[in-house]
C-alpha cells in the first residue's frame, strides 16, 4: 500500500514557468512534509518542509501549499530554470520515536527547457 | 569535508556473494537510516539507527545486516546476494528523534550479476 502519492510521474515545463508537483497521504498521523531534490549520481537533498499547522510556506522559488483536510500538498516552483531540472520527491514522518524516518512519494522527474 | 559519505560508490558482484558498504558521517548526528532505491527510483528505509541501538527494521530480509560501531558509522552487510538487491542504496543521518532534515549520502550503486 503506497502512503504516499505523487503526480506527474514526469513534468516538461519551458524556462520561466511554474511547476507543480502534487501528493496525497493517507496516514493522519504524519505530521512532517518535506520535499526532497536529487540530481542524477547524487543522494536526495532536502528542498522545503512543512509541518500540518501552516497552510503554506514559501523559500524562494519555491512553496508548498499543504491542506490537511483533503490530505494534499503540492510543491510549486516558480520561474522554473534549467537548473530546477531534477527529481522532486515528496516526503512524510510521523512518530515520537520515528526521527526522519521518512515515507517517500514515487518522483517526478522535472525537465525544464530552455 | 563531505557530511555523509558511502563507500564504495560502485558495487558489482556475483550472486552468492557477500558484501558490505559503509558509512561515516561528520555532522554530530545520533540517528543514521539506511534507504534502498530501486530501479523505478522509489526510495524506501530499511533501518533506522539511534545512538548505535536498532529502532526501525521494514521487513528487509534478514540476508541485510546493519552495523553500527559508533554514532557516526552505520555500515550494511548483505549476505548471499540475489539479482533483486540490484539497487542504489543510500545513507542517511538526522539529529535525535525529532523530525527534521535528513541529510543523504551520494549512494552506493550495487549491481549483482
Known amino acids: 500500500q503506497q502512503q504516499v502519492k505523487q503526480s506527474p510521474q514526469s513534468l516538461i515545463v519551458q524556462k520561466g514557468g511554474i511547476s507543480i508537483i502534487n501528493c496525497a497521504y493517507e496516514n493522519t498521523a504524519f505530521d512532517y512534509f518535506p520535499w526532497y531534490q536529487q540530481f542524477p549520481g547524487k543522494g536526495p537533498a532536502l528542498l522545503i518542509a512543512i509541518r500540518p499547522d501552516v497552510s503554506e510556506k514559501k523559500e524562494g522559488r519555491f512553496t508548498i501549499s499543504f491542506n490537511k483536510s483533503a490530505k494534499q500538498f503540492s510543491l510549486h516552483i516558480m520561474d522554473s530554470q534549467p537548473g530546477d531540472s531534477a527529481t522532486y520527491f515528496c516526503?512524510?514522518?510521523?512518530?515520537?520515536?520515528?526521527?526522519?524516518?521518512?515515507?517517500f512519494g514515487e518522483g517526478t522527474q522535472l525537465t525544464v527547457n530552455p | 569535508d563531505t557530511a555523509v559519505s558511502q563507500t564504495p560508490k560502485y558495487l558489482v558482484t556475483q550472486m552468492g556473494n557477500d558484501k558490505s558498504i559503509k558509512c561515516e558521517q561528520n555532522?554530530?548526528?545520533?540517528?543514521m537510516y539506511w534507504y534502498k532505491q530501486d530501479s523505478k527510483k522509489f526510495l524506501k528505509i530499511m533501518f533506522s539507527?539511534?545512538?548505535?541501538?536498532?529502532?526501525i527494521n521494514e521487513t528487509v530480509p534478514n540476508r541485510f545486516s546493519p552495523k553500527s560501531p559508533d554514532k557516526a558509522h552505520l555500515n550494511l552487510h548483505i549476505n548471499s546476494l540475489e539479482l533483486g538487491d540490484s539497487a542504489v542504496y543510500f545513507c542517511a543521518s538526522s539529529q535525535g528523534l525529532q523530525r527534521t532534515e535528513a541529510f543523504f549520502g551520494q549512494g552506493t550503486r550495487l549491481t549483482v550479476v
Open positions: 516526503a512524510a514522518a510521523s512518530g515520537e520515536t520515528s526521527g526522519s524516518r521518512l515515507t
Open positions: 555532522l554530530g548526528h545520533d540517528t
Open positions: 539507527y539511534n545512538n548505535k541501538e536498532l529502532i
